[in-house]
């Protein structure tokens, strides 16, 4: 929707092509179904009249966009760890397609398949696109590919992929895939923390847990993606149609609470954004909903012991080691 919404088709233009109700994007617990997504994606291509709009999607998708598995993946410890996770978790972010990995002594193809016949080659441009940028985010280094395979043969945009990718782009192909020189797949990545790994895996699976058994904790940090910073209990309470006490009360049963799970998010998110060295700490802290800076100074040395700052500094001697 922010996609097509950059080419000046609005939200409420995109709902009426596909014959969806306003409520369809604030749907509680926060996952649109896969029926409803196809129908978006159909309109909103129809209405961008832009034959690149997957791919140009694909480009302008940020790692910040897809919190736990872009942390998951930051602080894995090769980029073959990394997408070894991609493979294991790739359910949080749909259910239209599988990746699967071929490993072969000089290169590996990491293969992307969608589930269903209702895919587009808009879809699947958007993927590879998203996997190649995460790929140069982990590395830190934009020749990370050596060639990418397309099923479908839109022609008029092979210059654009090839300018992007800087590898060759072979379309008509069997397979979707990414073709990786294997040896890079074992480069150790700069971002490798074997603690915050096994931390951010451990929430991964809990997620993926929930995704298979959704619960009421589930359903509130779904809420809390889709809300603003400094969402109040109340506020997720009435978009899960029920009190905030009542919110409370189902919480304290799972034996949660509505702060713990808002203090837990704004920690995930913290340690996202601190990667994007073009935010200052002020901003991180106000896109976490904090007013303060020293409120947010003091809760993220309680999160993890240090101050952003401190953190941030961390992060970029580790990216600027060899």
């Not at 992307?112 to 209702?118: E, K, L, N, Q, S």
């Not at 397979?175 to 790994?197: K, T, V």
């Not at 951010?200 to 904790?217: C, F, S, T, V, Y």
Request: aromatic residues 8%; hydrophobic residues 40%; proline residues 3%.
């Amino acid at each position: 929707m922010q996609a097509a919404s950059l080419q000046g088709v609005s939200e409420e233009a995109v709902l009426a092509a596909a014959g969806l109700p306003e409520e369809t994007l604030s749907v509680m617990g926060g996952r649109i179904s896969l029926t409803d997504t196809l129908l978006l994606w159909r309109a909103a291509e129809a209405l961008s009249n832009d034959p690149l709009f997957g791919f140009h999607m694909g480009q302008s998708l940020q790692p910040t966009q897809f919190q736990l598995i872009a942390f998951t993946m930051l602080s894995s410890e090769t980029l073959a760890s990394a997408v070894n996770k991609i493979l294991k978790y790739q359910r949080l972010i749909s259910d239209g397609g599988a990746f699967s990995l071929i490993s072969q002594s000089q290169t590996s193809a990491l293969i992307y398949r969608p589930t269903v016949a209702d895919f587009s080659y808009h879809q699947i441009d958007a993927v590879i696109a998203l996997v190649v940028n995460f790929t140069r985010w982990l590395l830190g280094r934009e020749d990370a590919v050596l060639e990418i395979h397309l099923q479908h043969d839109v022609q008029s945009g092979l210059g654009c992929y090839q300018d992007f990718y800087q590898a060759p782009v072979l379309l008509n192909q069997v397979d979707n895939c990414i073709i990786f020189d294997s040896d890079l797949l074992e480069q150790r990545l700069p971002g490798y923390d074997s603690s915050l790994s096994a931390m951010h895996e451990q929430m991964a699976d809990g997620q993926l847990k929930r995704l298979l058994e959704p619960n009421i904790i589930a359903q509130v940090q779904e809420q809390f993606l889709a809300s603003e910073p400094d969402v109040s209990r109340d506020e997720i309470a009435k978009n899960m149609a029920m009190s905030g006490r009542s919110l409370q009360r189902k919480l304290q049963q799972e034996g949660s609470s509505f702060q713990q799970l808002f203090d837990e998010y704004r920690h995930q998110r913290s340690l996202l954004l601190l990667q994007d060295n073009q935010l200052s700490l002020a901003d991180v802290g106000l896109r976490l909903g904090f007013s303060e800076n020293s409120t947010f100074y003091r809760a993220f040395k309680r999160w993890q012991g240090v101050t952003p700052g401190e953190y941030r500094q961390v992060l970029l001697e580790a990216k600027s080691q060899p």
